[in-house]
């Protein structure tokens, strides 16, 4: 096809553009930095633990200075151009880390009604926001006289920007153990020198070819390791969250498949099923995110539940997508966090008249099992035994769903928690926590544990064994801090999640029956 002459002036004027740009983008000065002095950016910030603005966190910047939130690009504006990854990550945790409204509650409680909260209990609150709200963190907004507005930016959660400029991982150190490079950002690029120059945009927002921290488990580890300080409350140091030790020390770790290569897959359960049949993972990347937040991902929730734990409409709502796409978004986002938990666990039986043997493998899971914030996050076994007829003889783990409580002698692998009364605490205060107790540790990756019932004496005939390991997010009790903070108690019954099962046959001959006797 022959082209037209002003058609070839016009490519080629958009060439020598494109060239001009590229040479202007090596060559432009980076702009200002964003960096604020807080004692006189932000004259009434707090320092009630030194000169560190992040303290208690473990977060960083490299000039030790805040951010200023003007100059903070959101995702909504990375969206722009990066479309897929941006509704990918919408419908993720990360994106609401701070909004929804069990962690926002559960915070305010924290750092308002605690013994600890007593004496800077907005400051300590750092702690929890440096993984939740990383930018109201790093712009000063974690202060008692807040000078920082609370734009769609700050409300964005685990945004863009906090992984993509994130430059240094301490991950064993404890909440927030990043050093974040944000003011630094080559920020005020034209998007027609962007285009012109995508390498040094791809290098500017670490692209994982350019970064391999980006790729690593590290850089997950900089929040999924949680640690409380001495400056929060007690004598010494508590380890509350061991996901990243759990990592390191796993068979994962050796074969160097690190948090990415699963819960960034763009298939995360096909992924992990792959590496469990020893093939090498599948290829592509998603921003989902998706890991084991299966509430909070499920827009089918009745009446626009999910959008109210979420904290209200997302980003972006009428303004990049509509409703409809987004909830279709979301309901692949759900789907995919239901399908990564159902290839954690295997489960086995064996039974005799005596007693059933349940052996539970953590199979799929590259930590333990369950891993994160173990005084909420828990796994239980239901074990029931049904005749023919359909009538139970033995039932252990049921849950009751009008209730929200699950048998108390069922078998769980749960962290207790105790506060400064020395009663169980199931409401997430841990800065009142006084004392940790595992009844049942978490599973190590690759490793299996075994439990025996004890089973009563049964009558002659054939036996349907029925096992199931479920998973819940959290306690009922957590939603008793939305009824302090708010004054009304939520009409939710935070649902579990039977993530493995599996089923046997038991016969009971005359003579043992009669021999029970």
Same mark, same amino acid.
């Given at each position: 096809?022959?082209?037209?002459?002003?058609?070839?002036?016009?490519?080629?004027?958009?060439?020598?553009?494109?060239?001009?740009?590229?040479?202007?983008?090596?060559?432009?000065?980076?702009?200002?930095?964003?960096?604020?002095?807080?004692?006189?950016?932000?004259?009434?910030?707090?320092?009630?633990?030194?000169?560190?603005?992040?303290?208690?966190?473990?977060?960083?910047?490299?000039?030790?200075?805040?951010?200023?939130?003007?100059?903070?690009?959101?995702?909504?504006?990375?969206?722009?151009?990066?479309?897929?990854?941006?509704?990918?990550?919408?419908?993720?945790?990360?994106?609401?880390?701070?909004?929804?409204?069990?962690?926002?509650?559960?915070?305010?409680?924290?750092?308002?009604?605690?013994?600890?909260?007593?004496?800077?209990?907005?400051?300590?609150?750092?702690?929890?926001?440096?993984?939740?709200?990383?930018?109201?963190?790093?712009?000063?907004?974690?202060?008692?006289?807040?000078?920082?507005?609370?734009?769609?930016?700050?409300?964005?959660?685990?945004?863009?920007? &906090?992984? $993509?400029?994130?430059?240094?991982?301490?991950? %064993?150190?404890? /909440?927030?153990? *990043?050093?974040? !490079? +944000?003011?630094?950002?080559?920020?005020?690029?034209?998007?027609?020198?962007?285009?012109?120059?995508?390498?040094?945009?791809?290098?500017?927002?670490?692209?994982?070819?350019?970064?391999?921290?980006?790729?690593?488990?590290?850089?997950?580890?900089?929040?999924?390791?949680?640690?409380?300080?001495?400056?929060?409350?007690?004598?010494?140091?508590?380890?509350?969250?061991?996901?990243?030790?759990?990592?390191?020390?796993?068979?994962?770790?050796?074969?160097?498949?690190?948090?990415?290569?699963?819960?960034?897959?763009?298939?995360?359960?096909?992924?992990?099923?792959?590496?469990?049949?020893?093939?090498?993972?599948?290829?592509? &990347?998603? $921003?989902?995110?998706?890991?084991?937040?299966? %509430?909070?991902? /499920?827009?089918? *929730?009745?009446? !626009? +539940?999910?959008?109210?734990?979420?904290?209200?409409?997302?980003?972006?709502?009428?303004?990049?997508?509509?409703?409809?796409?987004?909830?279709?978004?979301?309901?692949?986002?759900?789907?995919?966090?239901?399908?990564?938990?159902?290839?954690?666990?295997?489960?086995?039986?064996?039974?005799?008249?005596?007693?059933?043997?349940?052996?539970?493998?953590?199979?799929?899971?590259?930590?333990?099992?369950?891993?994160?914030?173990?005084?909420?996050?828990?796994?239980?076994?239901?074990?029931?035994?049904?005749?023919?007829?359909?009538?139970?003889?033995?039932?252990?783990?049921?849950?009751?769903?009008?209730?929200?409580?699950?048998?108390?002698?069922?078998?769980?692998?749960?962290?207790?928690?105790?506060?400064?009364?020395?009663? *169980?605490?199931?409401?997430?205060?841990?800065?009142?926590?006084?004392?940790?107790?595992?009844?049942?540790?978490?599973?190590?990756?690759?490793?299996?544990?075994?439990?025996?019932?004890?089973?009563?004496?049964?009558?002659?005939?054939?036996?349907?064994?029925?096992?199931?390991?479920?998973?819940?997010?959290?306690?009922?009790?957590?939603?008793?801090?939305?009824?302090?903070?708010?004054?009304?108690?939520?009409?939710?019954?935070?649902?579990?999640?039977?993530?493995?099962?599996?089923?046997?046959?038991?016969?009971?001959?005359?003579?043992?029956?009669?021999?029970?006797?």
């Amino acid at each position: 096809m022959k082209l037209s002459t002003p058609l070839v002036w016009l490519l080629g004027a958009c060439a020598v553009s494109a060239i001009t740009f590229a040479a202007f983008a090596v060559f432009l000065p980076a702009p200002p930095s964003l960096a604020v002095d807080p004692l006189k950016g932000l004259p009434f910030f707090s320092l009630p633990f030194g000169d560190n603005p992040f303290a208690p966190a473990e977060m960083q910047t490299p000039d030790g200075k805040l951010v200023d939130w003007r100059g903070v690009p959101s995702a909504r504006s990375c969206g722009e151009c990066h479309r897929q990854e941006f509704m990918e990550w919408v419908t993720s945790v990360h994106a609401v880390s701070d909004e929804e409204l069990i962690y926002a509650t559960t915070v305010e409680e924290n750092t308002g009604k605690t013994l600890a909260a007593a004496q800077h209990g907005m400051e300590k609150g750092r702690w929890c926001e440096a993984c939740h709200n990383p930018l109201g963190v790093m712009t000063g907004s974690v202060t008692p006289a807040n000078s920082v507005p609370r734009t769609e930016t700050m409300e964005e959660g685990v945004t863009c920007v &906090v992984c $993509h400029t994130a430059s240094h991982a301490e991950p %064993l150190a404890g /909440n927030g153990a *990043l050093t974040i !490079r +944000l003011n630094d950002i080559f920020r005020h690029l034209h998007p027609a020198v962007i285009m012109a120059a995508p390498a040094r945009h791809a290098t500017d927002m670490q692209a994982r070819r350019d970064v391999p921290l980006m790729g690593d488990s590290a850089l997950c580890g900089g929040c999924h390791t949680e640690i409380r300080p001495t400056t929060v409350a007690g004598e010494e140091p508590m380890n509350l969250q061991e996901t990243y030790d759990e990592w390191r020390h796993s068979p994962w770790a050796k074969k160097n498949v690190h948090c990415q290569d699963c819960h960034m897959a763009a298939d995360p359960a096909a992924t992990v099923a792959a590496l469990k049949r020893g093939e090498k993972k599948p290829r592509g &990347v998603s $921003h989902r995110i998706v890991g084991n937040n299966y %509430l909070l991902a /499920n827009p089918d *929730l009745p009446g !626009r +539940l999910m959008t109210t734990l979420r904290g209200g409409a997302p980003t972006g709502l009428n303004k990049m997508f509509e409703r409809k796409e987004y909830e279709a978004e979301q309901r692949k986002t759900s789907e995919q966090v239901v399908a990564l938990l159902r290839q954690a666990a295997e489960l086995s039986v064996q039974a005799n008249p005596a007693q059933l043997t349940v052996t539970v493998t953590n199979s799929g899971a590259g930590h333990a099992l369950p891993t994160g914030p173990l005084d909420q996050r828990h796994l239980w076994l239901e074990v029931k035994v049904s005749d023919g007829a359909g009538k139970t003889h033995f039932h252990s783990g049921a849950f009751d769903a009008q209730s929200g409580r699950t048998d108390p002698d069922a078998v769980r692998w749960v962290k207790e928690i105790t506060g400064p009364d020395g009663k *169980l605490m199931l409401t997430h205060l841990l800065f009142d926590a006084e004392r940790l107790h595992y009844p049942r540790k978490p599973i190590p990756a690759g490793a299996s544990e075994r439990i025996d019932y004890p089973l009563p004496a049964l009558p002659a005939g054939r036996y349907r064994v029925e096992v199931k390991l479920w998973y819940r997010l959290a306690f009922q009790e957590i939603l008793d801090n939305f009824t302090s903070q708010t004054g009304s108690k939520p009409d939710v019954i935070i649902p579990p999640l039977a993530i493995a099962s599996t089923q046997g046959e038991l016969t009971i001959s005359t003579q043992t029956a009669e021999a029970g006797r």
